[in-house]
Nanobody, 127 residues
């Protein structure tokens, strides 16, 4: 079992930046590819970004490409989501998720493949 706790959300203005953090505990963190998803009110949960076990591969949703960077620190059991040039449509609850994988270099954009989820952190972007 992996426990995930997100932090770093808040209320910001359009154009601002935020860095979300996710602290993992439990099973070896390095066994998991990690992802960020988000869910806005009245909408389905959607993929934002993912990073492979080995740091060698990242994946982003088209709507955040160029504005968002996912990173991880396996020594600290942390994964981060740096978000720049935030827009009101980025307003959502952001979730960190862990995907147990044998491959060091692959990731998934499918929520169904993620085994563990955090409780989420609210990001609100005002116009």
């Amino acid at each position: 079992q992996v426990q995930l706790v997100e932090s770093g959300g808040g209320l910001v203005q359009a154009g601002d930046s935020l860095r979300l953090s996710c602290a993992a505990s439990g099973r070896p963190f390095s066994n998991y590819a990690m992802g960020w998803f988000r869910q806005a009110p009245g909408k389905e949960r959607e993929f934002v970004a993912a990073i492979s076990r080995s740091l060698g591969s990242t994946r982003y949703a088209d709507f955040v490409k160029g504005r968002v960077t996912i990173s991880r620190d396996n020594a600290k059991n942390m994964v981060y989501l740096q978000m720049n040039s935030l827009k009101p449509e980025d307003t959502a609850v952001y979730y960190c998720a862990a995907d147990w994988r044998t491959s060091l270099y692959t990731t998934s954009a499918s929520a169904a493949e993620y085994d563990h989820w955090g409780q989420g952190t609210q990001v609100t972007v005002s116009s």
